[in-house]
């Protein structure tokens, strides 16, 4: 049995042997094991080689070994900043966030003059949301190492999360001016670029942070293909479309947006993999931080709709309506927003719409979530997916019970904390289970709610709109990044086989009609012959469908809020019944009209009915008139039918969790 005397005669020659050989591995690991068996502190030398000797653990891989020589090392010597800082690093390492800008905040404050340790710290509260302390933290470490590049880079991002876009551009400027070959800053640059509207400029950025190489460029292949297809820059696509597939396919790359993925139409299973890893990437090291409930707060459930578009947004466009509606002497119905106000007629309106509105934008994903918890929500709808600005991290904190996606982004998301996908029969069959990782609930008619109360505008004149007197109109208002060129073959031989007719298309960047003209004339079609048509209000907007005679949907990415608007302004949707949830919408929401003869199932099917009707003016007028005469009972802006729908689904889902149901 080994005595304390032992122990000392122990701890006694390892003193020894390290005042000959102070780097000696095992004397120093026989060191720190005595004096742990005595709970002995070590000596303020000591527990500075220990802190070294649990680094060395880290690089080694052995990161859990070393957090625990690091802790000692604290506690023998908590007055030195360094010991702090690779506590930091390691519980960085480990995935533990918050721990590691606690232990760099602790590092910073016992160091104020070592920048590194202000620069993780705000690195970590960065990660963690906490924007404007991680920003206080950033300029400290800048102001007092200019040229550290790592604390530009990391200011930089917060300032582009914060929505400061122009700062954000100058700080990766600042950066690349210390750093040009650092291809995390080239990334980054560009995408503040395309995020203030630069989409050219941010090209060259993105190209160049690839050719210096990423660890995982699979994000920046994503948004340089997404860039392009916004400016209807299709020359190359095709190579890098390839590579992101493969990419997804192979398992090389965590960090591609399922959204832009979606575009490739790659296939539903590819779609999830893609999603998976995305998820997983975007929510690393968060745990649930709630214990599960299976009781409700009070008699009525309380439905969270959690979103950062509450303003003028497609999503808000489409819910406002519902959420006016809703049953309050069953639910009680609270928004979560934490994107921004922009002081509009809608945000006030769907202020007013919820029982309660809660301002989660300046909160932590930690902090939104315990604010959501906090208030009892039984089902939280997560109305935003992988669509821009999301914010996954809230809901994989697990603050409701019940967790469900719908509306705001068309597939799977992948992710373990999201336990339904609201759908229903066209959308995601009975036989696409497998496509998912939620479970699927269906409503009965649509997925899609819609604002019945819509104003349409006066119908402008056809000079007015840039259209030609006589001629049959294809429009299609989506947003260019949804054409792409084997759509536009099949449009020109539409425009080729139907003599006088027009495409009539959305405006957006100043290089799309030049581009899609270019593109026309390459197919043999007159420039002249794509019209575009400025953005404009709501009720202008719905107005300038009436001149249309037949919108062409698109795909694999197809209409969605789109196709209800021109179906709501009594104009026929022509679309595919696509291979997955983002290409069947249409087909959706033309069958709620009772037009199901205009979801065709296949693209020759497609090209050839565009033809038919419009030789067959007849046939469109019986097209349009059946859409007419449907349009005051469909079920697709039949928004009280709707609601209730909903609300079913909403009893369904606590129901099935309070039984105890096993979630896949």
């Known amino acids: 049995m080994t005595t304390t005397t032992d122990l000392r005669g122990a701890l006694a020659d390892c003193r020894r042997r390290l005042a000959e050989q102070p780097n000696d591995a095992a004397a120093l690991s026989a060191l720190f094991a005595t004096l742990d068996a005595l709970d002995q502190p070590g000596l303020p030398e000591e527990a500075v080689a220990r802190s070294n000797y649990a680094e060395a653990l880290r690089r080694q891989g052995r990161a859990m070994e070393a957090e625990a020589h690091h802790r000692k090392a604290v506690a023998w010597l908590p007055s030195f900043g360094g010991n702090h800082f690779n506590l930091g690093v390691t519980l960085q390492t480990l995935g533990r966030t918050a721990e590691a800008a606690d232990a760099y905040g602790e590092a910073a404050r016992l160091m104020p003059n070592f920048a590194g340790a202000a620069c993780n710290q705000g690195a970590m509260l960065r990660e963690l949301g906490r924007l404007a302390e991680a920003d206080m933290a950033l300029r400290r470490a800048v102001a007092l190492d200019g040229g550290l590049a790592v604390g530009w880079l990391n200011l930089a991002a917060v300032w582009r999360d914060q929505g400061k876009m122009v700062e954000a551009v100058q700080g990766f400027r600042n950066t690349l001016a210390l750093r040009p070959d650092l291809a995390e800053a080239q990334a980054n640059l560009a995408l503040a670029l395309k995020e203030v509207g630069r989409l050219p400029d941010s090209l060259p950025v993105f190209e160049r942070a690839l050719r210096l190489g990423l660890p995982d460029n699979g994000g920046v292949r994503a948004q340089l293909i997404q860039q392009r297809r916004h400016l209807c820059r299709w020359d190359g696509l095709e190579i890098l479309s390839e590579r992101l597939v493969a990419a997804v396919r192979d398992g090389t790359s965590q960090q591609i947006h399922p959204w832009i993925f979606l575009g490739e139409g790659a296939g539903p299973r590819l779609e999830r993999l893609c999603a998976e890893r995305y998820s997983a990437w975007r929510t690393r090291g968060v745990q649930p931080a709630f214990p599960l409930r299976r ?177 049959f109109v294809f429009c299609c208002f989506n947003a260019a990044y949804k054409i792409n060129p084997a759509l536009f073959d099949r449009w020109c031989r539409i425009l080729a086989d139907a003599p006088g007719s027009v495409l009539w298309l959305l405006d957006s960047h100043a290089e799309v009609a030049p581009n899609l003209r270019r593109e026309a004339a390459a197919r043999g079609i007159a420039p002249e012959r794509l019209v575009f048509s400025p953005r404009l209000p709501g009720p202008e907007y719905l107005a300038r469908y009436r001149l249309a005679d037949l919108f062409l949907d698109t795909g694999p990415v197809g209409a969605h809020t789109t196709a209800s608007d021109a179906l709501w302004a009594g104009l ?93």
């Open 572 to 664: 026929p949707v022509l679309t595919v019944l696509g291979n997955a949830f983002a290409g069947r919408v249409g087909a959706s929401l033309s069958r709620a009209v009772g037009l199901p003869d205009l979801v065709m199932t296949d693209w020759d099917a497609y090209e050839a009915t565009a033809l038919r009707l419009a030789r067959d003016p007849g046939a469109l007028a019986l097209l349009k008139a059946r859409l007419a005469a449907a349009l005051p009972t469909a079920a697709l802006f039949d928004t009280d039918r709707f609601a209730r729908a909903l609300e079913e689904v909403f009893v369904t889902l606590w129901t099935d969790h309070a039984r105890g149901e096993t979630h896949r």
């Open 295 to 471: 009781t409700k707060k009070d008699e009525r459930l309380r439905i969270g709709y959690l979103s950062a578009d509450f303003h003028e947004h497609a999503t808000a466009l489409l819910i406002a309506e519902l959420i006016e509606r809703h049953d309050r002497s069953r639910f009680t119905i609270i928004g979560a927003s934490y994107g921004p106000d922009d002081g509009g007629a809608l945000r006030a309106r769907l202020r007013r719409s919820f029982d309660e509105f809660l301002d989660l934008s300046a909160l932590s994903d930690e902090a939104a979530a315990r604010c959501l918890h906090d208030r009892g929500v039984d089902v939280l709808i997560d109305l935003k997916g992988h669509t821009n600005n999301a914010r996954p991290g809230i809901a994989a904190c697990r603050p409701a019970p019940v967790q469900a996606q719908w509306l705001g982004y068309p597939g799977s998301m992948g992710a373990p904390f999201i336990d339904w996908i609201i759908a229903d029969a066209v959308v995601a069959p009975l036989d696409r289970a497998a496509e998912f990782s939620e479970r699927i609930i269906r409503l009965p008619e649509s997925y899609q709610p819609n604002d019945g109360a819509r104003r349409i505008g006066e119908t402008p004149s056809r000079a007015a709109c840039g259209l030609p007197e006589q001629g």
